[in-house]
């Protein structure tokens, strides 16, 4: 063999062998000491990086989790409870479990409802149409239609159907990250409780002007005419200016309040047709009891004042 | 051999579009009085003015109908004599929807107090303390199209000494001739307006910045001011944006306005050429701010002209007047095509600081196809400011407003060189215009 072919593949070796006797013992005396648990937790979190609990990603939120030590603030939007409870068994605490969220989209200004009143052809983004004026149709409220939603999300959970103008949340995909609520500079999207049985029911307009106007801009824009609130029995609507708001919180989804609404924008998700008839139905005899009530007592309090009259004539 | 004598201009950036002075020589004519007007009570910078009329009183010209709210705000009167109409939230030029007060015009009875003789007043009977108050009180604000108050720009802060007073007559924008015209009618009340803005601020210096393609302006003025040594006038290149304050700081006394700072932490103070002959009126005739030139042109536009407008015109009135909307207008704006902004809606009113209404043609008006950044740097040659608005565009579309400050996003005057000269079409000012927005109000949580 040729020497200097010998020679090269020794000291080659050398320097290796000795490189790696180096990094070993720099590394045992430079070692960043992590908690091992922290790389347990990561491996069960789903890794989509998301920023959906708050944190930057998935590896912060592990780090998080360990040295908190519970579970009370931090949850996992992507994941939901089975995760969780994989992360407090790692951790040997006490899961806690959440009602599961899901984006909905409260803006029901379809091509169909809410004329364009100019065009807009700046540039293609939502935040700068937002920034420059009011959109292009009547309605200040109402959803600009460009899709900056549906472009962050990482789980392909949106699209926009291009026959109304909306986005549209995919129910099985959607993992309440929060990324489209954020995005939204009109506040169109917004987290919601998934609900019990996956059924919801909120009103699908932010447009807070008055009847009149908001109508002129969009068909079926809440005009507030209150008629939602005051069948509802559980105080879980309330009226900001002109527009009624549910509060999932309050909310029974005894789901009366839909067919009063004349615009039919009293939204609901997997409610089957029967039930809404069926609550409706039960709103109106309610009604109906409450009105012969009012009736008879306005009768009787009649009744009790002629015959009081009368004893007075006597006297 | 004589040098050739080179025309003063601001160091850096600039570009250099066609100006279609199309109605420069179209005499100011007023326009007749509408049947209704809307006055908005946001036509300035600063809080909203608050409403002091109500449904139904009936109001003369020239009465107060919202006072200011805080020193930064400015009175709106009424610009014309009737009854009071509904008090709601209409939109207004800029796009969003704004209280504004409806008067419903009945014959034209002016408040008695209003001096409407045309002869000239010469004589400033005022002190300078007086003079600030009369201003306030008349609701002027700066009329290039920023309408920031002047009485604020006229007290100048403690600790801060003026010695140059600059008048702003460079009008750069395209297409407008407002300030051109009432420079060529209005020249010695004009000169009386900088006389009353002298005084205020105790000033001997004053110059008078005119863009050398209105060189009528610049002879009448230069023939005017001959025996009046504390005022000259200075013909400036024709470069866009010459009109820009700091610009204008920069190349008539060669001062650098620093980062986030005022004209008046270098010793000026600029006012505009229609702002100076709306103060004289409201200084030596009594008379507040109710109405202003504006210039409707276009190319397409049958008879582009100069109006004298009320404020609170609606903007189809004077499309009418002007001869209808061409066929072929694809974008209706208010102000320059270069920092002016589409209308959404043509019931819009003039406000205070509607310097033109631009009919733009539909070949023009399309924005072209957005390309990738070539990174050819034309942006950074343009930009007067001295910044690089394609790396603004980047650090503003990926919302990271902490860099884009520390490259200084909030010097951007928005003058729209860098989309201007860009080869790729790219919307670079739209998204510097939102990484300022976004710096402004706090992201959401």
Same mark, same amino acid.
């Given at each position: 063999m040729n020497p200097v072919v010998l020679y090269t593949i020794l000291t080659l070796t050398a320097i290796g062998i000795l490189a790696a006797v180096v990094i070993y013992f720099v590394s045992k005396k430079f070692e960043v000491k992590e908690d091992d648990r922290i790389g347990k937790v990561e491996q069960v979190l789903p890794n989509t990086n998301c920023g959906g609990c708050g944190q930057p990603g998935c590896h912060a939120f592990a780090k998080a989790v360990v040295e908190a030590g519970d579970l009370a603030a931090l949850h996992c939007p992507v994941g939901g409870n089975t995760v969780m409870k994989q992360v407090a068994e790692i951790l040997g605490i006490k899961a806690v479990e959440r009602d599961p969220y899901i984006a909905v989209v409260r803006c029901s200004g379809s091509f169909e409802y809410r004329k364009k009143t100019n065009i807009y052809d700046g540039a293609g983004s939502c935040k700068i149409a937002a920034a420059l004026y009011s959109g292009d149709t009547g309605c200040a409220y109402g959803c600009l239609g460009m899709g900056d939603c549906v472009e962050v999300c990482d789980f392909e959970a949106m699209y926009m159907d291009e026959k109304t103008g909306l986005p549209v949340v995919i129910e099985d995909k959607c993992t309440a990250c929060n990324a489209c609520v954020k995005e939204c500079p009109k506040d169109i999207l917004e987290l919601w409780p998934k609900g019990k049985k996956n059924q919801r029911v909120y009103v699908a307009c932010l447009n807070e002007e008055k009847g009149s106007t908001a109508r002129k801009e969009c068909a079926v824009a809440c005009s507030g005419c209150s008629k939602c609130f005051e069948a509802c029995r559980y105080d879980a609507i309330t009226m900001h200016n002109s527009l009624a708001v549910i509060d999932p919180e309050k909310c029974k989804l005894c789901m009366e309040c839909v067919d009063t609404c004349d615009v039919h924008n009293i939204v609901t998700a997997n409610v089957t047709p029967e039930k809404i008839q069926a609550a409706n139905e039960q709103r109106l005899k309610r009604e109906e009891r409450a009105r012969k009530k009012k009736e008879e007592e306005k009768l009787a309090a009649e009744a009790a004042k002629q015959a009081g009259n009368e004893t007075a004539q006597q006297a | 051999m004589k040098l050739h004598n080179k025309l003063k201009t601001f160091r850096i950036g600039g570009v250099h579009p066609d100006d279609h002075k199309i109605t420069a020589q179209r005499v100011i004519v007023p326009l007749p009085l509408p049947k209704s007007v809307t006055i908005p009570v946001t036509q300035h910078i600063g809080a909203p003015a608050k409403i002091v009329v109500q449904r139904g009183d009936t109001v003369k010209v020239g009465q107060v109908i919202a006072t200011h709210e805080g020193f930064v705000s400015s009175n709106i009167h009424a610009s014309v004599s009737g009854r009071v109409g509904i008090i709601e939230e209409v939109m207004d030029s800029t796009g969003f929807k704004h209280m504004a007060i409806n008067i419903r015009v009945k014959g034209d009875e002016w408040e008695e107090t209003i001096d409407r003789s045309e002869g000239l007043v010469e004589e400033i009977k005022l002190d300078p303390k007086e003079i600030v108050a009369r201003i306030m009180e008349a609701g002027v604000v700066g009329m290039g199209g920023a309408a920031f108050p002047s009485h604020v720009k006229l007290s100048v802060p403690e600790g801060k000494h003026v010695d140059y007073l600059i008048i702003n007559g460079v009008e750069c924008e395209p297409y407008l001739t407002a300030d051109h015209r009432i420079m060529l009618e209005k020249p010695k009340e004009i000169v009386v307006g900088i006389r009353i803005l002298m005084k205020a601020l105790g000033v001997s210096h004053a110059i008078i910045g005119i863009e050398d393609n209105k060189h009528d302006a610049v002879e009448l003025f230069q023939e005017l001011l001959k025996d009046e040594p504390g005022i000259t006038v200075e013909a400036l290149e024709v470069q866009y944006p010459q009109g820009g304050e700091k610009q204008l700081i920069q190349a008539l006394l060669n001062r650098e306005v620093p980062s986030g700072g005022l004209p008046a932490d270098v010793g000026v103070i600029v006012h505009n050429v229609g702002t100076t002959f709306a103060i004289y009126e409201a200084v030596q005739k009594n008379k507040p701010l109710i109405e202003r030139i504006v210039t409707v042109t276009g190319k397409s536009v049958k008879e582009p002209s100069n109006f004298r407008v009320r404020i609170g015109t609606p903007v189809m009135d004077l499309l009418i007047a002007a001869g *209808?909307?061409?066929?072929?207008? *694809?974008k209706i704006v208010s102000g320059g095509p270069m920092m002016g902004k589409a209308i959404a809606d043509l019931d819009v009113p003039v406000a205070k600081g509607t310097s033109g209404i631009l009919l733009i043609p539909k070949e023009e008006a399309t924005r072209a196809e957005v390309y990738n950044c070539v990174h050819c740097g034309k942006c950074i040659e343009a930009c007067p400011m001295g910044l690089e608005p394609y790396r603004l565009l980047i650090l503003s579309k990926k919302g990271n407003s902490t860099r884009a400050k520390e490259e200084h996003i909030l010097d951007c005057i928005e003058c729209g060189s860098c989309s201007f000269v860009c080869p790729s079409n790219r919307p670079i000012l739209d998204y510097i215009r939102l990484g300022k927005t976004q710096l402004r109000k706090p992201k959401k949580a």
């Open positions: - | *209808g909307i061409p066929e072929d207008t *694809g």
